[in-house]
């Protein structure tokens, strides 16, 4: 299969829109390093971290088809970059508190909670962007180039919080991560987009009925979404307990970057192979692809140490 090809880039819409969103995702991937870190540091308790990232999963997930729904009605660009916006000022206000020694547990978890509920509205109106500002004859190619991206930020992402943590703190790593998405809603800005195509009036009420009504009447559609979303839930026990033991035992901050970069890298690995293999029944492929997912959890059930961990004592003695 063809490679995707930096000649997009020549388009300028384009190469606007890559900017901001590698840039916003690189942020993302410094997120949950430093943010599992700010409250282990500022509690010690596991239980505090599942709670503020719980308060940022479930408004994502909640609000995800009214985010479609305006996404329909409403210019793209205008939700996207309200949603850049959002998530600027809960990233920084949750910056300010920490590196000022004044933040406490439910402003933080209100923060995140905010700021998954900006996602929600972001995300679905991304989605249907990039065919606007690239040409027919290059969207695989973007799309290519947009997939790599995001691998290659889970791989710098955590390694940068992870220097930041170690080395000015949680609250700037955070800092930095608002910035982000400053440079999202200033390249959105620049964008040169066709007029938006108003919809039939419906009512709010009948669009969610109608997206609704489409989800469900496609079986694998739903049964996907289902099994998804226990998946999800189950591995958010991971990355909670994940951070809480890499902090105690594995060597902190570096051994937990170490280990999400893991997941990118064998992302990265997975991508380069989907593109050159075309599995009959995909979705049945893609449902045996995430068994191994059950190996890290095993690993840390049976705490095995992280490549670079310093020995246990040595860990305990400085936690």
């Not at 009420?205 to 998946?231: H, K, N, P, Q, Y």
């Not at 045996?288 to 020995?311: G, K, N, T």
Request: charged share 15%; glycine share 10%; proline share 6%.
């Amino acid at each position: 299969m063809r490679r995707p090809g930096l000649g997009v880039l020549q388009e300028r819409d384009f190469r606007l829109l890559f900017t901001g969103q590698a840039v916003s995702q690189l942020g993302d991937s410094i997120t949950p390093v430093a943010l599992a870190f700010a409250i282990l540091d500022l509690t010690g308790r596991a239980a505090d971290l599942g709670y503020v990232f719980a308060a940022r999963s479930v408004p994502l997930v909640g609000f995800l088809l009214v985010g479609g729904v305006f996404a329909d009605r409403l210019p793209r660009r205008v939700v996207m970059i309200g949603a850049d916006l959002i998530r600027l000022a809960t990233q920084a206000t949750t910056a300010v508190l920490l590196i000022s020694g004044h933040a406490r547990i439910w402003e933080i978890a209100a923060l995140q909670a905010l700021h998954g509920m900006a996602t929600a509205f972001f995300n679905p109106a991304a989605t249907g962007l990039t065919p606007q500002v690239v040409s027919a004859e290059r969207l695989q190619d973007a799309n290519g180039l947009r997939g790599l991206s995001m691998s290659a930020s889970g791989i710098a992402g955590p390694a940068i919080s992870a220097a930041l943590v170690a080395g000015v703190g949680a609250g700037w790593a955070l800092g930095a991560d608002s910035v982000t998405f400053l440079v999202s809603a200033v390249c959105l800005a620049m964008l040169k987009l066709p007029a938006h195509a108003k919809l039939p009036p419906q009512s709010f009420v009948r669009d969610l009925l109608d997206g609704w009504t489409e989800f469900a009447s496609r079986s694998w559609v739903w049964v996907i979404v289902v099994c998804a979303a226990m998946g999800n839930g189950f591995s958010g026990t991971f990355f909670i307990l994940g951070a809480a033991i890499s902090k105690a035992d594995l060597g902190g901050p570096g051994a937990w970057a170490l280990i999400l970069a893991s997941f990118s890298v064998g992302g990265l690995i997975g991508g380069v192979t989907v593109m050159r293999i075309r599995p009959h029944r995909p979705l049945v492929a893609a449902c045996i692809a995430v068994v191994p997912w059950s190996i890290p959890p095993a690993m840390l059930a049976l705490r095995a140490p992280s490549w670079r961990s310093p020995p246990s004592h040595l860990s305990r003695a400085r936690a």
